[in-house]
């Protein structure tokens, strides 16, 4: 349905109109109806955009809610409103897929600080007209849950079937489950932790200096002074990208291999594939993302710690939880280690919770939870069926 | 005090069990009250746990060690988690479960005494099954083949087994005296899966059991015959 509505739109100012007014349905949040941040201020108005698809059972007991990650976005399982590809999801969302939306009435929210619709940086701040920027608060994932905690409100969802996500949206599946417990029936954090590494917050804090190094950062006022911190943003997205990867799937995919030539030209080209490969990472990522956004969505993944909201002890987060879960982590992920989801998974045990933890053989790295991996979509399934079976959902197949 | 299973209930079962399920993990099954809370240590492809969850109606859970049986018990929807029985026990809170079962897993761990002390901690009850190595029939590849016995069910050559601490029947049930718990029920199975007549002496099961299955549970060890 929502992909037959979307119409592509190539431009350069496409991605800069999404902010305010995206091609997906949007709930608006009136000033008296404000979001509670955690920096101690409160956000309104505000809006969420988002993407649905499949139908909503009669007793409203078959919403999965999809949490994307940090460069996701609503977009789940259509065309892409600005970049024209195909859904980042699409192989694990749709009809007769893991997350079947036949079955399954599925909701994907841009979150909070993002910049395809729901209230970020890039987003018009009605104060002032003009765009926030660096005005913008801080935002966290316990915020970005508590916002989409109020766009299931308004939808009349109660009761989520299921949470799903993998990375910031693992990040947001956990908070979901310790924010709202009575509300989610069975959870799947996939490829994420229940906080943010030194090393994790180490390699963000590089993304983030790239972007305001680069002149047209100006401050985070881009926006206003018609300029875009282009160069910034894609040697983050670059430096990033590699640690979504493994040095396994690299060589696999580049090894030395030249590009376009058979022998160095002795200057700074890109000589290498992979050098080539990473430039276009970082050429095309800045023309679908706002750069503040970048900045935002980073910190908010680094301030994650969701043991400390619980006196440092992560068993209290999961106290007598009714939620069943599903916790995948990948082999050659070094981002979030399987050594992570072995740590919710021993809490989640500790306090009797009903879990089921697989870890996945890949060289594909973080990305692994993105990407064509069988066994992957076969536990998702699975998992699904039985929690389906458990909640009395029909159309078991 | 020490009761052994019907044996004839057993072979009934067995032989209607659905696509051919094995007699032992009928046997463990048998042993679990309906309705109860059970983790299943080393549970392998989850066989046990969807006979449980199907006759016995349980609230199962499992560990695996191997990658792939987690995976596969995962995508048929069962609740198992890739783990160590020798290390991730001891994450497992007191009086969690109402069974913990060890399945033809005891002589693959590193620490059976302390993996036993763990379930009994973590459950009210325990049971295990294992290979006895005490059968005439290994007794006999020893005794007149001279090298370490191989067999249909252990059939790994010495340097490449998983198998690293084999016990007899009667090797366990002195582990139940030093640990200190008591054997509730046990039954014998021969090397045709029929079970050992119950009123046969230990000495008896110990050379003519293939396998074991004991129920054990906390407290002071029984009086055994």
Excluded at chain 2, 23 to 45: F, H, Q, T
Aim: overall charge neutral; aromatic content about 10%.
């Amino acid at each position: 349905m929502a992909e037959a509505n979307l119409t592509v739109v190539r431009d350069a100012t496409a991605r800069a109109r999404e902010a305010d007014s995206p091609h997906s349905p949007v709930v608006r949040f009136a000033p008296d109806q404000p979001l509670q941040l955690d920096a101690g201020v409160e956000l309104a108005p505000f809006q969420i955009a988002y993407q649905t698809y499949g139908t909503l059972d009669a007793a409203r007991a078959n919403a999965v809610l999809i949490c994307h990650a940090l460069t996701g976005d609503q977009h789940v399982a259509n065309i892409h409103p600005v970049t024209g590809k195909p859904g980042w999801w699409e192989t694990m969302v749709g009809p007769g897929r893991p997350i079947d939306t036949d079955r399954y009435f599925v909701i994907c929210p841009n979150v909070l600080g993002a910049c395809m619709g729901t209230t970020g940086p890039s987003s018009t701040n009605p104060a002032t007209g003009k765009p926030w920027g660096l005005d913008f608060p801080v935002t966290t994932v316990r915020d970005m849950v508590r916002a989409q905690a109020m766009l299931l409100d308004h939808l009349g969802i109660e009761s989520l079937f299921a949470v799903a996500g993998g990375s910031l949206g693992g990040m947001q599946v956990l908070q979901w489950t310790a924010s709202y417990p009575q509300r989610v029936f069975a959870a799947l954090p996939i490829a994420t932790g229940t906080r943010h590494s030194a090393q994790n917050i180490a390699f963000h804090e590089v993304g983030r200096q790239a972007v305001m190094a680069d002149p047209d950062w100006r401050g985070g006022r881009y926006l206003l002074e018609g300029t875009n911190p282009r160069r910034g943003l894609a040697v983050a997205r670059m430096g990033a990208h590699i640690t979504y990867l493994s040095d396994a799937a690299l060589h696999r995919k580049f090894g030395r291999k030249f590009q376009d030539r058979s022998n160095p030209t002795f200057s700074f080209d890109a000589d290498f594939e992979v050098e080539s490969y990473l430039r276009h990472q970082g050429s095309s990522f800045v023309e679908r993302f706002d750069a503040n956004s970048y900045l935002y969505l980073t910190r908010a993944m680094d301030y994650f710690d969701l043991a400390a909201d619980y006196d440092g002890v992560l068993a209290r987060a999961f106290k007598n939880t009714p939620t069943r879960f599903c916790v995948i982590s990948f082999t050659s992920d070094w981002l979030f280690p399987t050594s992570e989801s072995r740590a919710i998974v021993h809490t989640l045990n500790a306090a009797g919770a009903r879990v089921s933890f697989a870890e996945i053989t890949t060289d594909k790295g973080h990305d692994a939870f993105l990407l064509d991996e069988p066994e992957l979509f076969a536990i998702v399934r699975g998992f699904l069926d039985a929690a389906g079976k458990a909640r009395g959902l029909n159309g078991g197949r | 005090m020490l009761t052994r299973l019907p044996s004839d209930l057993t072979m009934a079962e067995a032989a209607r069990g659905p696509g051919g399920a094995r007699v032992d993990l009928l046997l463990v099954a048998d042993m679990v009250e309906r309705g109860s809370k059970v983790l299943d240590v080393g549970c392998g492809d989850g066989e046990l746990l969807r006979i449980l969850a199907e006759r016995r109606a349980v609230d199962g859970r499992g560990i695996e060690l191997s990658r792939e049986g987690v995976n596969e018990c995962v995508a048929k929807g069962l609740a198992v988690v890739q783990g160590d029985a020798d290390t991730d026990l001891v994450d497992y809170p007191d009086d969690g479960f109402d069974y913990v079962i060890l399945s033809q897993t005891l002589q693959a761990t590193r620490h059976p005494r302390q993996v036993l002390e763990h379930m009994l901690r973590i459950g009210r009850r325990a049971i295990v099954s294992f290979p006895n190595f005490g059968h005439w029939g290994i007794r006999l590849q020893i005794m007149f083949g001279g090298r370490m016995p191989t067999t249909d069910n252990l059939p790994y050559s010495w340097y490449d087994t998983p198998n690293i601490h084999f016990c007899t029947i009667k090797d366990f049930r002195a582990l139940c005296d030093v640990v200190g718990v008591r054997m509730e029920k046990a039954t014998a199975l021969n090397a045709w899966g029929r079970p050992l007549r119950l009123a046969a002496p230990w000495w008896f099961w110990n050379l003519f059991g293939e396998q074991a299955v004991f129920l054990l549970s906390r407290g002071r060890k029984s009086d055994v015959r």
